[in-house]
């Protein structure tokens, strides 16, 4: 039997448990079983986004009214009927919250292989790629658990800040984080202070994550939510990760035509999505990270690409594993049980921000 994690696309609250006799493997198909996965706000962006972004379409239900939520994470080959994959081989990417699942291998190579599935193949191919652990440069066993973790969220933090770079800050000197303590923030604000000064970065956030956002280090000032009306009058880019109509439309007032540029990119504050209706200054403009990755590889080549990511993610890591000041601590949990609290408390916003929970079914 397959068992997986179901959720009511139009009530996020609403989630069973699915088991279906396990399929058997036609040629060109490989049988994982699901190891372990993180689950974070970045799942439930996924999830609130799921219509708009295409999300709910890489593990189809086959009920339009209920989904799948993509997690990232590692897997384990069970069985293979596809030459160039063998029983007991690990690979990371993209899964169902799920025991097990069935990939129709395509474009096998010594790094990996990619999900050739008919219903895939509109879908962008960086959420399609399955990476060989033995022959990822990248992979340690021993930090599995901050790669899946962090390693997509880092390269969405990487992108945001290319971006940013990429278009001069269109002319800002400031640039605002809300969720600035979620993992995705944080990166960016990482790499933002990684240039130097050449920006101000400053961290928008609840009483309750301020002190854990302020203890980072990365933020020049970091502000509560209900202080808005405090930022600095100055020419600034908002990056918007949590999605939050009342919070976008304050900074909007604040800064009007001092906001260069509104850029939208997570929905940590899943509940309070919204129109923003005739807002001052720019309209936002949604990133989509595998746009600029695409950019960026053409220009430096794939493998450039990686190398400069690869580097990157190096020194964050350091940062993440301080031995005095680490930023994550790791929670490990397995079942059923384990995996609906952790996704009801993600909803609830009352998972610590310091933690990051690695998950198994």
């Not at 899964?95 to 395509?106: C, E, F, N």
């Not at 990166?187 to 302020?214: D, H, K, M, Y």
Request: net charge negative; with cysteine.
């Amino acid at each position: 039997m397959t068992t997986r994690f179901v959720v009511q696309r139009n009530d996020l609250r609403t989630t069973h448990w699915e088991e279906s006799p396990a399929p058997s493997l036609d040629d060109g198909e490989v049988r994982l079983r699901v190891d372990a996965f993180a689950l974070t706000s970045n799942n439930i962006t996924y999830a609130a986004l799921g219509d708009m972004m295409n999300y709910w379409q890489f593990y189809p239900t086959g009920d339009p009214d209920t989904g799948h939520v993509p997690v990232w994470g590692f897997g384990s080959v069970v069985e293979s009927r596809c030459p160039g994959i063998e029983v007991d081989e690990r690979f990371y990417g993209y899964w169902p919250i799920a025991d097990d699942v069935v990939l129709q291998a395509t474009a096998v190579h010594p790094g990996g292989f990619a999900d050739g599935a008919e219903h895939r193949r509109g879908l962008h191919a960086v959420y399609n790629q399955y990476v060989r652990c033995s022959a990822d440069p990248g992979y340690r066993a021993d930090a599995e658990a901050q790669q899946a973790l962090l390693r997509p969220l880092f390269a969405t933090s990487f992108l945001i800040d290319d971006f940013l770079a990429d278009n001069d800050f269109f002319g800002a000197q400031t640039v605002i984080l809300s969720s600035a303590s979620s993992k995705t923030a944080y990166g960016t604000a990482f790499r933002l202070a990684q240039r130097g000064g050449s920006v101000t970065v400053i961290g928008l956030t609840s009483p309750a994550n301020a002190e854990f956002t302020r203890s980072l280090g990365c933020y020049d000032d970091v502000v509560l939510y209900d202080d808005v009306a405090s930022l600095p009058q100055v020419a600034s880019v908002y990056v918007d990760m949590s999605g939050d109509t009342a919070v976008r439309t304050a900074v909007h007032r604040r800064l009007g035509d001092l906001l260069a540029y509104s850029c939208a990119v997570g929905a940590t504050h899943w509940d309070a999505l919204g129109g923003g209706g005739d807002l001052p200054g720019p309209p936002p403009q949604l990133f989509f990270a595998p746009e600029q990755a695409r950019k960026r590889a053409a220009e430096w080549g794939p493998d450039g690409l990686q190398a400069r990511i690869a580097a990157a993610w190096t020194a964050f890591m350091a940062r993440i594993d301080d031995a005095e000041h680490p930023w994550m601590t790791v929670v490990k949990r397995q079942g059923r049980e384990a995996v609906e609290q952790c996704y009801a408390a993600l909803l609830d916003g009352a998972i610590p921000a310091k933690e990051g929970h690695i998950l198994s079914v």
